[in-house]
C-alpha cells in the first residue's frame, strides 16, 4: 500500500492536449541500441511503462539527413522508411498507460556528417564540437537554410505523429540541440535578426514551434528541452539569460524541460554529483511560466521527489539513469515497495554503451538492453530446472546476483563468502573516496537475500574442494572474484617489469585492506579506468606528496565514456596530485622509477618512496580448478554442473560481474544452445534493387 507521502507523485498532470497519470517522467536517454536495434530499444521502453512511468521518451532522433552524429547510434527518422522502427517503439511506450515520447535533435555544431558526407549546418560558422575533435566546420546558415530547416522540423513532427507519439520533445540542451546554438551567443555571432539580442536569438526557436504547432498541436504536446546554463563563462548561455527566455516565451512550449550545461554537467557520476544536484538552478523557475517544469537529478529517494513537488521546484520528476535501475521505480513506490527499488549507484555504465557504441549496460539491472535480445524482464524470471540447490562461493558482485536470481527462481540457495563481511570488491572500494554510492550494488541484494527463507548466507567460510564436494549441492558457482597485480603485468608491460625489492610496492588491495604507503608516492595507471584516480586522490587525502604517472594521454583515459574524467583530473590537480602523461614505468629501483616516454622510449628516472601498482588483476580461480581437477568424483557427490562466472573467469568492471551472475542463474538447467546465439540481433534488410 502507497504510503501517504508519496501520493502527491501520483497525481495526474496536464501537458497541453494530453494528461500524465502521474508525475514520473523518463526523460530522453541513449542506450547503444538506435537504429541499429530498435527492437532491443522498443522493449527497453515497454517494460518502462509496465513498470508505471507517466512520460516516456525516445533518444536523440536526428530528425534530416543533413545533421547526424556518427559514430554514436541513436534514432533516425530521415525519410518514411524510418517510421515502422519507430512506430513500434511508441506503440511499446504506450501498452500501460504512459504518453509516448520522441526527442528530435538537429545537431549543428554537433553534427559532422561523417556518414552522409553533408556539409554541417549552423548558427554560425564554426568548427564542430564532438568528442571526437573531427577536423571539420560547419557553414553558417542563411536565410533559405533555416527556412528549410523550419519545413523539416514540421516533416518530422508529422511523421512522429503518424508513427504514433503523443510529444515531442525539442533539443536544445547539453550542447547538442540546434536550439541552444541558436540561444547561445558562444555558437551564434549572427548579426541579422536571428543573432544577437536574446529576442532576436530566440526568434528560431519560437519560430519553430509555431510552424509545429500549427502542423499537429491539436493531438500532440510539444516541450522544449534547454540548458540551465552552459558554464562556459561570459558568451554561454547562462542560468540568468534561461529565466530570461522563459519569461519571455512562458507559454511557448507545453513544458519546459530542464537541463544542466554540458552531458558532463547533467549526469556526472555519483562520485562528483549528489542526488538532486540540479536544484539550485531550477530554484524560482516553475514561478516563471504557467507551463509544467521536469528537471532531472539522478532521483532515487521517493522523499526527495516528494520534496521536489511540494516546495515547487518541479511538476515532473525526470529520471534517466534511474528508470534505467530500476524500470518498475514508480510501481514499487506506488505498491509500497520501497525498500524494493534498484536505486542507481551513479556509476555512469550505462552511458559507455552510447560512447562505445556497444550496447547498453547497468550495474544495477543486468537485464537492460537485453529484455528483448535475450527476453529477461526485469521482475519476472522462470521457475527452477530440473535441478533444486546451487552453492555459489563469493558474494561480491557476481555471487550475490547470481545468488538473488537463481533464489527467485525457487533453487534452495546457499552463499559462501571467505571474509567475515558479505559484499566482496563492493564492499572494499565503496569506502574509496566518492564510491559511497556503489555500496547499493550490494546493500540491495543482500537485503533481498535476506528475506528469502530458500536462502542461507555463511561469511567467513572459505571453502576447498575437499568441502565442497562433501556439501551435496547439485550445482556449483565460484565467484571469488579478483586479486590486484604487484608485478606492473598490463598493457605496457606483459610480463613482469624489473624491480628492485627494496622500493615498496601497494596494489589497489592493499591500500583498500588499510596498508597506506607514505612519504613521496607513485601511482603507475596502466588500468585506465577510475581506480588509478581514486587511489591518487586518497593517497593526496592521507598528506602524500603524490604522482599520477600513466602511459596514456588522459588521467583515467577510459572515464571519458563515463563522463567524468574531466572532472578526475581536475580533482586531482585540485588535490595537489602531479600528473604525468605519456609516460609508463620501465623500472622499479631503489628509491626511485625508471620512466619511459610512451611515443620515443626516452628514459628517465623520478625518485619516491613508494609505488602503487594500477595495472591488472588476478583471477582467483584456484578453487575452481581444483574442483575441475575432481571432476570423475562430481558424479558420486551429487553435483551436476561446477561454472566460473564474473572476475574470478575475467577480471572487469562491476556491471559485467552482475551480469555475469544474473546470466549464470537464468541459464541454469537451461538446454545447452550448442553454437546458437544467445541472444536476438536484427539484420539490416537489403535493397531489392
Known sequence: MRDPRYDILFEPQQIG??????????????????????????????????????VIFTEQTEMHHSSEITPFIELRLWEDQDIPAIAKMAEAMKTHGALAGIQLAYSGINGPNMYTKEVPL?????????????????RAMDKTDIRNLRRWFVTAAKRSKSAGFDLICLYGAHGF????????????????????????????????????????????????????????????????????????????????????????????????????????????????????????????????????????RLDFIGCARPSIADPFLPRKIDEGRVEDIRECIGCNICITGDMTQGMGRCTQNPTWMEEWRRGWHPEKIAPKGATDSVLIIGSGPAGLEAALAAARRGYDVALAEARDTLGGRVARERLLPGLSAWGRVADYRLYQLQQRANVQLYPASALTAEEVLGFGFQNIC??????????????????????????????????????????????????????????????????????????????????????????IHRRLVAAGVKIVLNTGVTALLAGAIEINCSYTDARAQIGCDAVVMVTSRLSNDALFHDLRARAADWAEAGIASVKLIGDAAAPAPIAWATFAGHRYARELDATDIGDALPFRREVTALALD
Open 17 to 54: 492536449p494530453l494528461t500524465a497519470k502521474n508525475r514520473f517522467y523518463q526523460v530522453p536517454h541513449c542506450n547503444g541500441g538506435g537504429y541499429r536495434d530498435p527492437s532491443a530499444a522498443a522493449a527497453m521502453r515497454g517494460i518502462k511503462s509496465e513498470g508505471g512511468w507517466g
Open 122 to 138: 549552423a548558427p554560425s560558422a564554426l568548427p564542430i564540437r564532438t568528442f571526437t575533435n573531427d577536423p571539420v566546420q560547419a
Open 177 to 312: 540541440g540546434i536550439f541552444q546554438h541558436f540561444l547561445s551567443r558562444a555558437t551564434n555571432q549572427r548579426s541579422d535578426e536571428y543573432g544577437g539580442s536574446l529576442e532576436n536569438r530566440s526568434r528560431f526557436a519560437r519560430e519553430v514551434i509555431a510552424d509545429m504547432r500549427e502542423a499537429v498541436g491539436d493531438t500532440m504536446a510539444l516541450t522544449l528541452r534547454v540548458s540551465l546554463d552552459e558554464t562556459i563563462g561570459a558568451l554561454g548561455f547562462s542560468n540568468a539569460e534561461v529565466r530570461d527566455f522563459i519569461s519571455m516565451h512562458a507559454e511557448l512550449p507545453d513544458l519546459w524541460d530542464l537541463a544542466m550545461g554540458t552531458w558532463e554537467d547533467c549526469s556526472g557520476p555519483s562520485r562528483f554529483k549528489e542526488e538532486a544536484a540540479q536544484e539550485q538552478w531550477v530554484q524560482g523557475i516553475r514561478d516563471l511560466s504557467p507551463r509544467p517544469v521536469v528537471g532531472v537529478g539522478r532521483f532515487t529517494s521517493p522523499d526527495v521527489m516528494a520534496r521536489m513537488i511540494r516546495q515547487g
Open 478 to 567: 565460484v565467484a571469488t572474484g579478483s586479486t590486484w597485480r604487484a608485478d606492473g603485468v598490463a598493457r605496457q608491460h606483459v610480463v613482469a617489469m624489473p624491480a628492485d625489492p627494496s622500493l615498496p610496492v601497494f596494489t589497489p588491495d592493499d591500500l583498500m585492506e588499510g596498508r597506506l604507503p607514505s612519504g613521496r608516492v607513485v601511482i603507475y595507471d596502466d588500468d585506465h579506468y577510475y581506480m588509478g584516480g581514486v587511489l591518487a586522490e586518497l593517497c593526496a587525502q592521507k598528506g602524500c606528496e603524490v604522482m599520477l604517472v600513466t602511459p596514456s594521454a588522459f588521467v583515467s583515459d577510459w572515464t571519458a565514456n563515463t563522463l567524468e574524467q574531466a572532472a
